[in-house]
Protein backbone atom coordinates (compact mmCIF):
# COMPACT_ATOMS: atom_id res chain seq x y z
CA UNK A 1 0.00 0.00 0.00
CA UNK A 2 1.66 3.61 -0.93
CA UNK A 3 2.17 6.06 1.95
CA UNK A 4 1.31 8.85 -0.06
CA UNK A 5 -2.64 9.34 -0.97
CA UNK A 6 -2.15 9.74 -5.11
CA UNK A 7 -5.72 11.06 -4.77
CA UNK A 8 -4.57 13.97 -3.02
CA UNK A 9 -1.35 14.90 -4.99
CA UNK A 10 -1.53 18.08 -7.38
CA UNK A 11 -0.03 16.94 -11.15
CA UNK A 12 2.24 19.37 -12.11
CA UNK A 13 4.40 18.00 -15.32
CA UNK A 14 4.01 14.37 -15.98
CA UNK A 15 4.41 12.34 -13.19
CA UNK A 16 5.65 14.68 -11.13
CA UNK A 17 3.33 15.94 -8.52
CA UNK A 18 3.17 18.22 -4.83
CA UNK A 19 1.29 17.26 -1.91
CA UNK A 20 1.46 17.97 1.64
CA UNK A 21 2.24 15.37 5.06
CA UNK A 22 -1.59 15.41 5.35
CA UNK A 23 -1.65 13.03 3.07
CA UNK A 24 0.55 10.17 4.19
CA UNK A 25 -0.43 7.35 5.82
CA UNK A 26 2.24 7.16 7.98
CA UNK A 27 1.90 10.21 10.21
CA UNK A 28 5.09 10.48 12.01
CA UNK A 29 7.07 11.18 8.82
CA UNK A 30 6.95 15.00 9.05
CA UNK A 31 7.64 14.97 12.85
CA UNK A 32 10.91 12.63 12.18
CA UNK A 33 12.07 14.90 9.35
CA UNK A 34 11.62 17.82 11.51
CA UNK A 35 12.99 16.62 14.34
CA UNK A 36 16.12 15.27 12.64
CA UNK A 37 16.56 18.83 10.88
CA UNK A 38 16.39 20.29 14.42
CA UNK A 39 18.82 18.16 15.47
CA UNK A 40 21.25 18.84 12.71
CA UNK A 41 20.52 22.85 12.86
CA UNK A 42 21.39 22.22 17.16
CA UNK A 43 24.56 19.82 16.36
CA UNK A 44 26.22 21.87 13.30
CA UNK A 45 28.03 24.86 14.91
CA UNK A 46 28.64 27.95 11.98
CA UNK A 47 32.71 28.93 11.72
CA UNK A 48 33.99 31.23 9.68
CA UNK A 49 37.04 30.56 8.00
CA UNK A 50 39.65 32.36 10.36
CA UNK A 51 38.21 30.23 13.05
CA UNK A 52 38.91 26.73 11.78
CA UNK A 53 42.55 26.38 13.06
CA UNK A 54 41.74 27.56 16.60
CA UNK A 55 38.05 25.79 17.10
CA UNK A 56 38.75 22.42 15.09
CA UNK A 57 41.14 19.97 17.55
CA UNK A 58 44.07 17.87 15.61
CA UNK A 59 42.17 14.99 13.81
CA UNK A 60 40.89 13.51 10.51
CA UNK A 61 37.68 15.07 9.36
CA UNK A 62 34.96 14.16 6.64
CA UNK A 63 34.80 17.21 4.84
CA UNK A 64 31.56 17.80 2.08
CA UNK A 65 30.72 20.93 -0.11
CA UNK A 66 27.81 22.63 0.90
CA UNK A 67 25.27 23.10 -1.51
CA UNK A 68 22.75 25.77 -2.08
CA UNK A 69 19.48 24.15 -1.97
CA UNK A 70 16.54 22.65 -0.09
CA UNK A 71 16.83 20.67 2.89
CA UNK A 72 14.77 17.13 2.64
CA UNK A 73 14.33 13.98 3.23
CA UNK A 74 13.93 10.74 0.52
CA UNK A 75 11.68 8.39 1.72
CA UNK A 76 11.25 4.97 0.51
CA UNK A 77 8.52 3.00 1.99
CA UNK A 78 9.48 -0.26 -0.33
CA UNK A 79 6.86 0.96 -2.48
CA UNK A 80 7.74 4.24 -4.25
CA UNK A 81 10.42 7.09 -3.12
CA UNK A 82 9.04 10.44 -2.80
CA UNK A 83 10.62 13.72 -0.83
CA UNK A 84 9.58 15.53 2.25
CA UNK A 85 10.73 18.46 3.59
CA UNK A 86 10.02 20.31 7.44
CA UNK A 87 7.69 22.81 6.24
CA UNK A 88 5.27 18.98 5.02
CA UNK A 89 5.58 19.77 1.32
CA UNK A 90 5.85 16.28 -0.33
CA UNK A 91 6.83 15.79 -3.43
CA UNK A 92 6.54 12.22 -6.04
CA UNK A 93 7.52 11.58 -9.41
CA UNK A 94 11.02 13.51 -9.11
CA UNK A 95 13.13 13.32 -11.65
CA UNK A 96 15.57 11.46 -9.65
CA UNK A 97 12.58 8.97 -8.26
CA UNK A 98 13.30 5.81 -10.57
CA UNK A 99 17.12 5.64 -10.37
CA UNK A 100 17.17 5.85 -6.34
CA UNK A 101 14.09 3.04 -6.29
CA UNK A 102 16.25 0.98 -8.29
CA UNK A 103 19.43 1.28 -6.15
CA UNK A 104 17.42 0.49 -2.81
CA UNK A 105 15.75 -2.24 -4.54
CA UNK A 106 18.66 -3.30 -5.27
CA UNK A 107 20.44 -3.19 -1.86
CA UNK A 108 17.54 -5.05 -0.28
CA UNK A 109 16.13 -2.10 1.97
CA UNK A 110 12.70 -2.46 3.18
CA UNK A 111 12.67 0.92 3.76
CA UNK A 112 14.77 4.14 4.26
CA UNK A 113 14.99 7.56 5.28
CA UNK A 114 17.45 9.87 4.05
CA UNK A 115 18.69 13.36 4.44
CA UNK A 116 20.46 15.48 1.72
CA UNK A 117 19.88 18.63 -0.90
CA UNK A 118 17.37 18.83 -3.25
CA UNK A 119 18.95 21.20 -5.96
CA UNK A 120 19.54 22.72 -9.57
CA UNK A 121 21.82 21.56 -11.83
CA UNK A 122 22.08 24.97 -14.23
CA UNK A 123 22.12 24.38 -17.99
CA UNK A 124 25.01 27.39 -17.69
CA UNK A 125 27.04 25.44 -14.99
CA UNK A 126 27.04 28.32 -12.16
CA UNK A 127 26.15 27.77 -8.48
CA UNK A 128 22.91 26.37 -8.06
CA UNK A 129 20.61 28.71 -5.35
CA UNK A 130 17.74 27.68 -3.22
CA UNK A 131 15.38 29.76 -4.97
CA UNK A 132 16.54 27.83 -8.36
CA UNK A 133 14.66 25.12 -6.58
CA UNK A 134 11.80 26.84 -5.25
CA UNK A 135 11.30 28.47 -9.32
CA UNK A 136 12.32 24.96 -10.86
CA UNK A 137 9.83 22.81 -8.09
CA UNK A 138 7.15 25.58 -8.27
CA UNK A 139 6.71 25.72 -11.88
CA UNK A 140 8.98 23.77 -14.17
CA UNK A 141 8.21 25.03 -17.84
CA UNK A 142 8.68 21.08 -19.22
CA UNK A 143 10.64 17.85 -19.03
CA UNK A 144 14.03 19.44 -19.96
CA UNK A 145 13.90 22.46 -16.93
CA UNK A 146 12.34 19.48 -14.42
CA UNK A 147 15.16 16.97 -15.32
CA UNK A 148 18.24 19.95 -13.66
CA UNK A 149 16.29 19.01 -10.20
CA UNK A 150 18.97 16.43 -8.60
CA UNK A 151 19.34 15.09 -5.59
CA UNK A 152 22.01 15.39 -2.73
CA UNK A 153 22.09 12.80 -0.12
CA UNK A 154 24.28 13.58 3.02
CA UNK A 155 23.13 11.55 6.22
CA UNK A 156 21.00 8.32 6.38
CA UNK A 157 18.58 8.38 9.07
CA UNK A 158 16.96 5.13 8.91
CA UNK A 159 18.35 2.58 8.97
CA UNK A 160 20.18 4.07 11.89
CA UNK A 161 24.36 3.35 11.39
CA UNK A 162 26.86 2.87 14.30
CA UNK A 163 28.56 5.96 13.40
CA UNK A 164 29.09 8.33 10.71
CA UNK A 165 31.20 6.98 8.89
CA UNK A 166 29.46 3.89 8.84
CA UNK A 167 26.31 5.90 7.36
CA UNK A 168 28.64 7.50 5.25
CA UNK A 169 29.88 4.44 3.38
CA UNK A 170 26.53 2.93 3.06
CA UNK A 171 25.92 6.53 1.37
CA UNK A 172 28.68 6.27 -1.37
CA UNK A 173 27.44 2.37 -1.79
CA UNK A 174 24.26 3.21 -2.39
CA UNK A 175 24.53 6.48 -4.42
CA UNK A 176 28.19 7.01 -5.31
CA UNK A 177 28.04 6.52 -8.79
CA UNK A 178 24.55 8.34 -9.50
CA UNK A 179 23.30 10.31 -12.25
CA UNK A 180 20.43 12.69 -10.75
CA UNK A 181 21.01 11.00 -7.20
CA UNK A 182 24.40 11.14 -5.29
CA UNK A 183 26.08 11.91 -2.81
CA UNK A 184 27.57 15.15 -2.32
CA UNK A 185 31.42 15.64 -2.92
CA UNK A 186 33.89 15.33 0.05
CA UNK A 187 36.83 14.21 0.70
CA UNK A 188 38.82 12.69 4.29
CA UNK A 189 41.06 15.14 5.59
CA UNK A 190 43.95 14.44 8.00
CA UNK A 191 44.34 17.66 9.27
CA UNK A 192 42.79 21.11 10.06
CA UNK A 193 45.55 22.74 7.32
CA UNK A 194 43.74 20.41 4.53
CA UNK A 195 40.22 21.00 5.94
CA UNK A 196 41.59 24.91 5.50
CA UNK A 197 43.07 23.82 1.88
CA UNK A 198 39.50 22.12 0.48
CA UNK A 199 37.82 25.02 1.82
CA UNK A 200 40.00 27.60 -0.40
CA UNK A 201 39.35 25.40 -3.44
CA UNK A 202 36.02 24.86 -3.03
CA UNK A 203 34.53 28.07 -1.61
CA UNK A 204 36.80 30.88 -2.47
CA UNK A 205 37.74 29.75 -5.76
CA UNK A 206 35.45 27.30 -6.91
CA UNK A 207 32.41 29.40 -5.64
CA UNK A 208 31.27 26.60 -3.58
CA UNK A 209 28.12 28.02 -0.87
CA UNK A 210 30.30 26.35 1.78
CA UNK A 211 31.95 23.32 3.47
CA UNK A 212 30.69 20.80 5.99
CA UNK A 213 32.81 19.11 8.16
CA UNK A 214 32.25 16.11 10.24
CA UNK A 215 34.01 13.88 12.74
CA UNK A 216 32.46 11.27 15.28
CA UNK A 217 34.55 13.13 17.80
CA UNK A 218 35.08 16.50 17.02
CA UNK A 219 30.96 17.28 16.10
CA UNK A 220 29.75 19.06 12.92
CA UNK A 221 30.91 22.14 11.46
CA UNK A 222 29.36 24.23 8.53
CA UNK A 223 32.00 26.99 7.45
CA UNK A 224 30.85 29.43 4.76
CA UNK A 225 32.31 33.10 4.14
CA UNK A 226 30.94 35.73 6.10
CA UNK A 227 28.32 37.75 4.63
CA UNK A 228 28.57 41.91 5.40
CA UNK A 229 25.11 44.16 5.71
CA UNK A 230 25.26 47.85 5.83
CA UNK A 231 21.97 48.26 8.47
CA UNK A 232 20.29 50.76 10.50
CA UNK A 233 20.54 51.64 14.15
CA UNK A 234 17.02 51.76 15.38
CA UNK A 235 17.51 50.95 19.19
CA UNK A 236 19.92 50.40 21.84
CA UNK A 237 20.22 49.57 25.47
CA UNK A 238 22.53 49.99 28.11
CA UNK A 239 24.51 47.41 29.89
CA UNK A 240 24.02 46.81 33.26
CA UNK A 241 25.92 46.43 37.03
CA UNK A 242 29.84 46.80 36.29
CA UNK A 243 29.12 47.74 32.92
CA UNK A 244 26.68 50.44 33.41
CA UNK A 245 27.77 53.38 31.58
CA UNK A 246 28.72 51.38 28.11
CA UNK A 247 26.02 49.97 25.47
CA UNK A 248 24.88 46.66 25.57
CA UNK A 249 23.68 46.10 22.11
CA UNK A 250 21.67 47.58 19.08
CA UNK A 251 18.26 47.03 17.20
CA UNK A 252 18.93 46.88 13.62
CA UNK A 253 16.97 47.03 10.41
CA UNK A 254 16.56 47.37 6.89
CA UNK A 255 15.09 49.29 4.64
CA UNK A 256 12.51 47.65 2.63
CA UNK A 257 11.31 49.54 -1.20
CA UNK A 258 8.51 51.44 0.36
CA UNK A 259 10.45 53.14 3.02
CA UNK A 260 9.40 51.05 5.80
CA UNK A 261 11.90 49.74 8.13
CA UNK A 262 12.15 45.45 8.57
CA UNK A 263 13.58 44.32 12.40
CA UNK A 264 16.53 42.30 11.15
CA UNK A 265 17.57 41.41 14.57
CA UNK A 266 20.42 42.80 17.72
CA UNK A 267 24.28 43.51 17.59
CA UNK A 268 26.52 42.96 20.77
CA UNK A 269 29.56 42.02 19.46
CA UNK A 270 32.38 43.43 17.85
CA UNK A 271 32.33 47.23 19.93
CA UNK A 272 35.30 48.32 21.87
CA UNK A 273 34.64 49.68 25.15
CA UNK A 274 35.45 52.88 24.02
CA UNK A 275 33.02 52.17 20.67
CA UNK A 276 30.37 51.56 23.87
CA UNK A 277 30.97 54.50 25.53
CA UNK A 278 30.40 57.37 22.78
CA UNK A 279 27.63 55.31 20.94
CA UNK A 280 25.81 55.34 24.21
CA UNK A 281 26.25 59.39 24.69
CA UNK A 282 25.17 59.66 20.78
CA UNK A 283 22.33 57.27 20.80
CA UNK A 284 21.19 58.78 24.35
CA UNK A 285 20.40 62.16 22.11
CA UNK A 286 18.37 60.56 19.13
CA UNK A 287 15.85 58.87 21.52
CA UNK A 288 12.30 59.07 20.36
CA UNK A 289 8.50 57.72 21.19
CA UNK A 290 7.48 54.49 19.54
CA UNK A 291 4.56 52.07 19.72
CA UNK A 292 7.11 49.12 19.29
CA UNK A 293 8.48 47.63 22.37
CA UNK A 294 11.50 44.74 22.72
CA UNK A 295 13.76 43.64 25.17
CA UNK A 296 17.10 42.38 25.11
CA UNK A 297 18.36 39.06 26.54
CA UNK A 298 19.09 40.67 29.87
CA UNK A 299 15.00 41.98 29.75
CA UNK A 300 15.96 45.43 29.32
CA UNK A 301 13.68 47.65 27.22
CA UNK A 302 15.36 48.93 24.05
CA UNK A 303 15.33 52.52 23.80
CA UNK A 304 14.34 53.19 20.22
CA UNK A 305 16.10 56.13 18.21
CA UNK A 306 15.88 58.18 14.66
CA UNK A 307 16.90 56.63 12.04
CA UNK A 308 19.86 58.37 11.27
CA UNK A 309 23.05 55.98 11.99
CA UNK A 310 24.05 53.25 9.51
CA UNK A 311 26.72 49.93 10.73
CA UNK A 312 28.17 47.68 9.02
CA UNK A 313 28.61 44.45 10.65
CA UNK A 314 29.74 40.61 9.59
CA UNK A 315 27.37 37.78 10.17
CA UNK A 316 28.49 33.80 9.48
CA UNK A 317 25.18 32.78 8.21
CA UNK A 318 21.22 34.23 7.14
CA UNK A 319 18.65 31.87 7.57
CA UNK A 320 15.48 32.13 5.95
CA UNK A 321 13.27 29.63 7.50
CA UNK A 322 12.66 27.68 10.98
CA UNK A 323 13.69 23.74 11.27
CA UNK A 324 10.37 23.54 10.80
CA UNK A 325 10.33 24.78 7.70
CA UNK A 326 8.32 28.27 8.68
CA UNK A 327 9.06 31.21 7.28
CA UNK A 328 10.68 33.65 9.75
CA UNK A 329 8.61 36.74 10.53
CA UNK A 330 10.18 39.97 11.97
CA UNK A 331 8.40 43.48 12.55
CA UNK A 332 7.60 46.02 10.27
CA UNK A 333 7.98 49.59 11.52
CA UNK A 334 7.05 52.83 10.30
CA UNK A 335 9.03 56.40 10.69
CA UNK A 336 6.72 59.34 11.01
CA UNK A 337 9.39 62.31 10.74
CA UNK A 338 6.56 65.02 11.48
CA UNK A 339 7.42 66.97 14.61
CA UNK A 340 9.63 64.99 17.10
CA UNK A 341 9.69 61.32 15.36
CA UNK A 342 8.09 58.24 16.18
CA UNK A 343 8.11 54.74 15.40
CA UNK A 344 4.69 53.23 14.33
CA UNK A 345 3.85 49.71 13.85
CA UNK A 346 2.96 48.09 10.55
CA UNK A 347 3.18 43.95 10.79
CA UNK A 348 5.17 41.19 10.91
CA UNK A 349 6.66 40.03 7.69
CA UNK A 350 8.83 37.19 7.06
CA UNK A 351 12.98 37.79 6.97
CA UNK A 352 15.41 36.06 8.39
CA UNK A 353 17.49 35.34 11.47
CA UNK A 354 21.08 36.80 11.25
CA UNK A 355 23.69 34.16 12.92
CA UNK A 356 26.94 35.08 14.40
CA UNK A 357 26.61 39.02 13.92
CA UNK A 358 29.58 41.41 14.87
CA UNK A 359 29.86 45.02 14.66
CA UNK A 360 32.46 46.02 11.87
CA UNK A 361 32.11 49.99 11.87
CA UNK A 362 29.79 52.62 11.67
CA UNK A 363 29.15 53.90 8.17
CA UNK A 364 28.99 57.88 8.01
CA UNK A 365 29.16 57.71 4.57
CA UNK A 366 25.65 55.66 3.83
CA UNK A 367 22.24 56.79 4.67
CA UNK A 368 19.39 55.08 5.97
CA UNK A 369 17.72 54.58 2.82
CA UNK A 370 17.02 51.20 0.41
CA UNK A 371 19.73 52.50 -1.61
CA UNK A 372 22.38 51.88 1.73
CA UNK A 373 20.93 49.78 3.75
CA UNK A 374 18.01 48.01 1.86
CA UNK A 375 16.66 44.62 2.46
CA UNK A 376 18.21 43.34 -1.19
CA UNK A 377 21.06 42.84 0.77
CA UNK A 378 19.24 39.79 2.02
CA UNK A 379 17.33 38.74 -0.78
CA UNK A 380 21.03 38.52 -2.93
CA UNK A 381 21.76 35.58 -0.66
CA UNK A 382 18.64 33.74 -0.07
CA UNK A 383 15.35 34.17 -0.67
CA UNK A 384 12.79 36.36 1.01
CA UNK A 385 9.30 35.48 0.95
CA UNK A 386 6.85 39.17 -0.31
CA UNK A 387 10.14 40.71 -0.06
CA UNK A 388 8.50 43.02 -2.66
CA UNK A 389 5.54 43.70 -1.03
CA UNK A 390 4.77 47.05 0.06
CA UNK A 391 4.01 46.65 3.33
CA UNK A 392 1.43 49.39 3.93
CA UNK A 393 -0.71 49.23 1.74
CA UNK A 394 -0.62 45.28 0.96
CA UNK A 395 0.18 44.71 4.23
CA UNK A 396 -2.34 47.06 6.75
CA UNK A 397 -4.02 45.44 9.37
CA UNK A 398 -8.03 45.48 10.09
CA UNK A 399 -8.72 48.45 12.17
CA UNK A 400 -9.65 47.68 15.69
CA UNK A 401 -12.83 48.51 16.95
CA UNK A 402 -14.33 50.03 20.57
CA UNK A 403 -16.55 48.13 22.10
CA UNK A 404 -17.34 49.60 25.88
CA UNK A 405 -15.82 52.73 27.19
CA UNK A 406 -15.98 53.70 31.13
CA UNK A 407 -13.89 56.57 32.45
CA UNK A 408 -14.25 57.67 36.08
CA UNK A 409 -12.32 60.37 38.42
CA UNK A 410 -12.08 60.69 41.76
CA UNK A 411 -10.43 63.62 44.14
CA UNK A 412 -8.02 63.03 46.81
CA UNK A 413 -5.75 66.25 48.41
CA UNK A 414 -6.49 68.27 45.91
CA UNK A 415 -5.89 65.81 43.12
CA UNK A 416 -7.97 64.32 40.46
CA UNK A 417 -7.63 60.21 39.81
CA UNK A 418 -8.61 58.83 36.54
CA UNK A 419 -9.30 55.52 35.90
CA UNK A 420 -10.80 54.42 32.20
CA UNK A 421 -11.18 51.04 31.20
CA UNK A 422 -11.88 50.11 27.40
CA UNK A 423 -12.52 46.70 25.43
CA UNK A 424 -11.95 46.98 21.78
CA UNK A 425 -12.25 43.86 19.38
CA UNK A 426 -9.02 43.85 17.16
CA UNK A 427 -10.03 42.28 13.96
CA UNK A 428 -6.55 41.00 13.61
CA UNK A 429 -7.11 37.92 14.93
CA UNK A 430 -7.11 36.07 11.80
CA UNK A 431 -4.49 37.81 10.24
CA UNK A 432 -1.60 37.63 12.93
CA UNK A 433 -1.15 35.07 15.33
CA UNK A 434 0.54 38.48 17.38
CA UNK A 435 -2.97 39.65 18.45
CA UNK A 436 -5.97 38.53 20.55
CA UNK A 437 -9.23 38.69 18.97
CA UNK A 438 -10.54 40.94 22.62
CA UNK A 439 -8.51 43.28 24.50
CA UNK A 440 -9.49 44.96 27.93
CA UNK A 441 -7.24 47.55 28.96
CA UNK A 442 -7.63 49.46 32.62
CA UNK A 443 -5.37 53.01 32.86
CA UNK A 444 -5.19 53.54 36.17
CA UNK A 445 -3.55 57.72 36.93
CA UNK A 446 -2.80 58.80 40.46
CA UNK A 447 -0.67 61.74 40.96
CA UNK A 448 -0.52 61.29 44.60
CA UNK A 449 1.42 57.29 44.22
CA UNK A 450 4.64 56.84 43.95
CA UNK A 451 3.91 55.45 40.68
CA UNK A 452 1.49 57.67 39.20
CA UNK A 453 0.60 55.25 35.93
CA UNK A 454 -0.14 51.84 36.24
CA UNK A 455 -2.19 49.69 33.39
CA UNK A 456 -4.25 46.45 33.56
CA UNK A 457 -4.59 44.22 30.40
CA UNK A 458 -7.14 40.99 29.91
CA UNK A 459 -7.18 39.23 26.54
CA UNK A 460 -9.20 36.92 25.23
CA UNK A 461 -10.76 34.74 22.28
CA UNK A 462 -13.96 34.30 23.43
CA UNK A 463 -16.66 38.18 23.69
CA UNK A 464 -18.19 36.38 26.59
CA UNK A 465 -14.97 35.50 28.58
CA UNK A 466 -14.06 39.25 27.95
CA UNK A 467 -16.76 40.83 28.96
CA UNK A 468 -16.44 39.11 31.99
CA UNK A 469 -13.48 40.28 32.66
CA UNK A 470 -14.53 43.59 31.74
CA UNK A 471 -17.27 43.80 34.22
CA UNK A 472 -14.89 42.22 37.49
CA UNK A 473 -12.52 44.87 36.37
CA UNK A 474 -14.94 47.32 36.82
CA UNK A 475 -16.37 46.45 39.81
CA UNK A 476 -13.01 45.99 40.87
CA UNK A 477 -11.81 49.61 40.17
CA UNK A 478 -15.06 51.97 40.02
CA UNK A 479 -15.95 51.51 43.60
CA UNK A 480 -17.09 53.97 46.35
CA UNK A 481 -16.50 57.66 45.72
CA UNK A 482 -15.52 57.19 42.03
CA UNK A 483 -17.87 59.16 39.74
CA UNK A 484 -18.71 58.62 35.77
CA UNK A 485 -17.18 61.17 33.71
Not at 135 to 148: C, H, N
Not at 276 to 294: H, K, M
Not at 331 to 353: E, F, I, K, N, Y
Amino acid sequence: MSTVDRSRVDIILGEYGVTNAQSLSDSSLLPKVQEHRRTLGQRMVPLAKEDLKKRLPAGEYHVSKKLDGEFAVLVWDGDEVFTLNPGGTVRVGLPFAAEAEKRLRAAKLGSAMIAGELYVVRPDGARSRVHDVGTVAGRPADAAELGTLHFAPFELIEPAAPSQAAGWKTLVELFGEGDKIRVVESVQAGSVSEVLARFETWVEKGGAEGIVVRSDTAGFFKVKPKHTLDCVVLGFTEALDDRKGLLHDVLIGLVRADGTYHLLGRVGGGFSDDDRRAFLADLTDLVVESQYNEVNSDHVAYRMVRPDWVIELSCLDLVASTTRGSPIDRMVLQWDATDAGRWAVVRRLPLVSVIGPSFLRRRNDKQANAEHAGLDQITRIVPVPGADRDAVKEGALPKSMILRRDVYTKVMKGQTMVRKLVLWKTNKEDVSSDFPAFVAHLTDYSPNRKTPLERELRVSASRAQIDAMYDALATESFGKGWTKA
